[in-house]
């Protein structure tokens, strides 16, 4: 992968921040964007800025062809089997909550159990906590090893034949950890539970295709991956959403409305009710252009480059825990001995580094570490070996400058 050709294709990483080339170590949080995507964003506005679905006129066409465009290509992207199983939505929260509001309240009761584990961001926590308060089920929790993995035999003890859905992250926003999702959703269909996968952190960074997972949900977000801010994507299986009822109600999901009744379009336009993200899914559609010239493949082995890279030159800094396993996805979540994670990332700042800092949105896990939070670096496709380094010695530079602590 030519890292500087695809550098090139980024506006905003050609800036300085306080006086030094910018280091943008935060692409967990949010990617950078290239210039075609900004560009095919500012074509839609510009050129034929219309809403979808519904006007025969020549604008109307061309944004339904884009709009349509793009859902075929996020079906393509993770190998879907059909367009209607394709469901825009504003990103990984709303997916999820769909999901857990529309599947869940029909489908749990008293006595069922939701299994999730202490890993997962809070928007695949919260929503099956409300599930479980509103259905009785039982909220269970798969146990962690120490290094923050999951051992596939505690599966097989904790999804029981009461199970009903499995939730779990693709790949920890906060520890790395690669979850083993083909293995965990065969467990979960040999006692007739679903699995949803959050791949808000898995479909940016590594191949997806989930048909091969056998996922029945997975959902993930167009920001992380290169593309627009509220955008996302709920992919779940044809049967499953034919059988879901929509969670929101107005123009464009609807097939017939009289005046006490109304019926639904077919999928997936009856989870999309009122305009929706055109710009955002057209962008998506082009981001997804520009992943697949760079490659997936290409991309996950960069990545794997740089955080072994990463790994290595921290051994060199006096004082650091890492939190997570040996094998991790593109993202390292430390601690610099007793400087407050908020302290380290405004002195990385200050060399024009951009690190995250706090409990990314993971509070019990930050418990299960027995830390308040964290900073995290996080790498992507147009991270280079070079801004490791500079990196670690501004890691060095923070120890000097909390030198009482050390």
Known sequence: MDVKAVRDAFPILHQEVNGHPLVYLDSSAT??????????????????????HRGVH???????????????????????????????????????NTVASSYGRANLQAGDEIV????????????????????????????????????LEDVKETITDQTKIVAVSHVSNVLGTINPIK??????????????????????????????????????????????TGIGVLYGK??????????????EMIDFVNLYDSTWKELPWKFEGGTPIIA???????????????????????????????????KQVEGLTVYGPEDRAGLITFNLADVHPHDVATVLDAEGIAVRAGHHCAQPLMKWLEVSATARASFYLYNTE??????VSALQTTKEYFGDVF
């Open 238 to 251: 044809r049967d499953l959403l034919n059988n879901m009822e929509p969670v929101e109600f107005g123009g």
């Open 58 to 96: 020549t604008l109307g066409t061309v944004a339904t062809d884009e709009f349509e465009g793009a859902r075929e290509k996020v079906r393509r992207f993770i190998n879907a089997s059909s367009m209607q199983e394709i469901v825009f939505t504003r990103g990984t929260t709303t997916a999820i």
């Open 280 to 314: 955002g899914a057209i962008g998506l559609g082009a981001a997804i252009d520009f992943l697949n010239e760079i490659g997936l493949e290409e991309i996950e082995e960069h990545e794997h480059k740089l955080v072994a890279h990463a790994m290595e030159q921290l």
């Open 183 to 228: 293995e965990m959703a065969a467990i979960a269909h040999q006692h007739n539970a679903v699995i949803l996968v959050d791949g808000a952190q898995g479909a940016p960074h590594v191949k997806v295709d989930v048909q091969d997972l056998d996922c029945d949900f997975y959902a993930f977000s167009g920001h992380k991956m290169c593309g627009p």
């Open 386 to 391: 070079d801004e490791i380094d500079r990196f």
């Open 116 to 151: 999730i584990t202490p890993m997962e961001h809070h928007s695949n926590l919260i929503p099956w906590q409300q599930l479980a308060k509103y259905s009785g089920a039982e909220l269970k929790y798969l146990p962690l090893q120490p290094d923050g993995t999951i051992n």
């Open 31 to 52: 990617s950078q964007k290239p210039a075609t995507v900004i560009d095919k964003v500012n074509e839609y506005y510009r050129g034929y800025n219309s809403n979808v």
